[in-house]
């Protein structure tokens, strides 16, 4: 039987963690949610049903008062700047999580973990260039979330890695599909409602079948081809 009851949501004010928190909410977990103090606002529909923390995700202080006494972490692994903001909210999870507890976290599908994705031009090409650029503008290094995923990858936790697809708003289409790799025939319409990508992170709690995995997830209603005429 899983008992898991009191979850952290890390980066809970954003568009993915707003949705994880209304479905953990509807799936009867107790919810603490750490975010920016500007953000708090944001958390103002679940005023009174959650416990919220004002502070960065990457927060040791914090971090370390709450995770103990949590069974489930979600993070939104955000790479936000160039100091690490990523890899130091991973590994803060890391050190004060307890040792069984679940730990997801959310990437883009360039996160790779045995090198086996099968990457389009297009998404090479859009990392390389927007990699560099943000990374240029001191405004976002994707090579963090990379290292924050490869400091979870070697470790011995129970963790899963959800990486996500080209990101659309809309009615939940149902818990999305996946593939061990991107490049995957069934994932290849690279299509996924934020509201599903937020339901699989927060399954993934109580799915072991997901430990020591990193899903490329797609949303599970793939487009019609256009008709042949
Ligand atoms: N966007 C996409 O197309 C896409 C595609 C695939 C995967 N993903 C993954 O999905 C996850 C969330 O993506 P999302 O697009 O839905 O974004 P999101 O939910 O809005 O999440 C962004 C997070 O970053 C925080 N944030 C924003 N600006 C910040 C700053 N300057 N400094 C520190 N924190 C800041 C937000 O907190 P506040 O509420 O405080 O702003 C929020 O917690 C990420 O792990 C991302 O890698 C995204």
């Known amino acids: 039987m899983n008992t ?3 979850i952290a949501i890390l980066g809970g004010s954003g568009k993915l963690g707003r949705y994880m928190v209304a479905d953990a909410l509807t799936q009867g977990y107790q919810v603490t949610v ?16 959650i416990e919220i923390l004002a502070a960065r995700t990457d927060d040791r202080a914090v971090l370390q008062t709450l995770l103990p006494k949590v069974d489930a972490v979600l993070t939104v692994l955000a790479p936000w700047g160039v100091n690490g903001y990523a890899s130091n909210t991973a ?6 999580a307890p040792l069984d507890a679940r730990l997801i976290f959310s990437c883009g599908w360039h996160i790779t973990l045995d090198g086996q994705d099968q ?3 297009g998404l090479t090409l859009f990392v390389a260039i927007f990699g560099r650029l943000a990374r240029w503008l001191r405004f976002v290094d994707l090579d963090d979330q990379v290292r924050a995923t490869d400091t979870i ?7 899963t890695v959800v990486r996500g697809s080209d990101l659309e708003e809309g009615e939940s289409e149902g818990l999305p599909i996946w593939s061990e790799h991107v490049g995957d ?6 299509r996924l409602r934020r509201i599903d990508f ?13 430990i020591k995995t990193a899903p490329a997830i797609a949303s599970c209603c793939i487009e019609p081809l256009p008709k042949q005429i």
Request: proline share 4%; net charge positive; hydrophobic share 40%.
């Open 34 to 49: 750490v975010c920016r103090p500007q953000s708090v606002k944001k958390l103002d529909p679940w005023k009174g049903q």
């Open 153 to 159: 990858f070697a470790t011995d936790r129970k963790w």
């Open 185 to 190: 025939q069934k994932i290849a319409h690279n």
């Open 91 to 96: 590994q803060a999870v890391l050190d004060f």
């Open 119 to 121: 990457y389009s031009k």
């Open 4 to 6: 898991t009851k009191h």
């Open 198 to 210: 937020a339901k699989f992170m927060v399954a993934a709690i109580k799915n072991d079948s997901l």
